[in-house]
């Protein structure tokens, strides 16, 4: 038996070696020809929260938002340059539903013909407005819960905010319409895992996708946030064991972000990890500038360019120069690492552009470098 375990164990890390080769030629392929598939549209700087691990440090008194009629001539163009159903829309912000124009702005993209959805905090969604987000043709949602009540709020800084979210949980599912939920684990929710598991499957929400607290916006001023590196092979372990249960009713897996080794890779998400930044995943922030992830920290160097002035497929097409390569060539940390090929530098939003090197490495002892 022992024999047969180490075989299996050897032969599943070759299979996902191939794999993850065959992965690496494909994102080299799409250095050259990238292939816009989701665009992220900040429409606000506004929140109506206060989170303290903001990666956009947002706020309720940044009254900035996108120009409707810019955005519109932006989104009309694009539809002229690619075709619309092959291009998912995402709606976000700060607080999506604080933009005065929100639903001019879904209405437009509905009728130039691309897929669209909204990531949203859900305290100020109503059973109306869930109804006519439906009658739009809402593709997906997703909704930030991160913890219990106590560990949410005060996550989140606004008391009460926990009750609205799950009543707009509950607006969706009355209407059949999928949620998924977006959780972010630090060092005091982690303790909540379970429960937070069961609060998912009792709410009957169709996906959780569960992510760990990242290094960057206002986290940098709450490190102690951070997991430990025990804590995260816990967080780990514990998707891995949820996600193949067959008593999970639910789609659950880890974030996007990362990637987790052979030990982990293709088994806590579809897919194995790519980091889409500027090769699938673009964005327009408030400001009309033409950037890749939201996650990103906003450096002007990587702007590529602003809907005000130009076209947006003329610069996905010609720029993003900086995202269409493999990082760590750059890295001394990286470079002789053997799996560098597949990692390739990690997530680009934790990237640090000063050093030159991830700030995230499951590889390494510790984290976050």
């Known amino acids: 038996m022992g024999a047969f375990l180490v075989y299996f164990c050897m032969d599943k890390k070759k299979i996902k070696s191939e794999k993850m080769?065959?992965?690496?030629?494909?994102?080299?392929?799409?250095?050259?020809?990238?292939?816009?598939?989701?665009?992220?549209?900040?429409?606000?700087?506004?929140?109506?929260?206060?989170?303290?691990?903001?990666?956009?440090?947002?706020?309720?008194?940044?009254?900035?938002?996108?120009?409707?009629?810019?955005?519109?001539?932006?989104?009309k163009e694009l539809a002229e340059d690619v075709e619309p159903q092959t291009v998912m829309i995402c709606l976000t912000g700060g607080e999506p539903f604080l933009h005065k124009d929100f639903y001019k702005i879904v209405e437009t993209i509905v009728q130039f013909g691309f897929l669209w959805g909204i990531t949203t905090n859900g305290t100020l969604i109503k059973q109306e407005d869930c109804i006519r987000l439906k009658n739009l043709g809402l593709n997906s949602v997703t909704i930030s819960l991160d913890g219990l009540k106590d560990s949410h709020e005060w996550l989140r800084n606004v008391k009460g905010c926990f009750e609205k979210t799950l009543q707009c949980v509950n607006y969706f599912n009355d209407i059949d319409i999928p949620v998924?939920?977006?959780?972010?684990?630090?060092?005091?929710?982690?303790?909540?895992?379970?429960?937070?598991?069961?609060?998912?499957?009792?709410?009957?929400?169709?996906?959780?996708?569960?992510?760990n607290i990242e290094p960057i916006g206002r986290?940098?001023?709450?490190?102690?946030?951070?997991?430990?590196?025990?804590?995260?092979h816990a967080l780990l372990d514990f998707i891995r064991e949820k996600r193949y249960s067959i008593n999970t009713p639910m789609d659950i897996c880890f974030g996007c972000s990362h990637y987790l080794s052979f030990e982990y890779e293709h088994e806590l998400r579809d897919n194995y990890f790519v980091c889409g930044s500027g090769i699938y995943v673009g964005s327009i922030l408030y400001n009309g500038d033409i950037y890749s992830c939201l996650d990103i920290e906003r450096r002007p160097e990587l702007v590529q360019g602003n809907i005000s002035n130009d076209r947006?497929?003329?610069?996905?097409?010609?720029?993003?120069?900086?995202?269409?390569?493999?990082?760590?060539?750059?890295?001394?940390?990286?470079?002789?690492?053997?799996?560098?090929?597949?990692?390739?530098?990690?997530s680009t939003h934790t990237w640090d552009f000063d050093k030159n090197e991830p700030m995230f490495c499951i590889l390494r002892e510790g984290f976050y470098l």
């Open 180 to 211: 998924q939920i977006t959780s972010v684990i630090h060092r005091k929710n982690f303790h909540e895992l379970e429960d937070m598991y069961n609060l998912m499957v009792n709410m009957k929400i169709a996906s959780w996708r569960v992510i």
């Open 219 to 232: 986290t940098l001023n709450h490190r102690d946030l951070l997991l430990t590196s025990e804590e995260i």
């Open 312 to 346: 947006f497929f003329d610069v996905w097409k010609n720029k993003f120069s900086e995202f269409r390569r493999n990082r760590t060539e750059l890295s001394e940390r990286c470079r002789n690492c053997g799996e560098k090929m597949f990692c390739r530098g990690d």
């Open 21 to 75: 080769t065959e992965i690496s030629e494909y994102i080299e392929s799409l250095h050259k020809e990238p292939k816009l598939i989701y665009l992220f549209v900040e429409l606000t700087e506004q929140c109506n929260l206060a989170c303290l691990h903001c990666g956009s440090d947002c706020e309720a008194a940044k009254n900035h938002h996108i120009d409707t009629d810019l955005l519109i001539k932006s989104l």
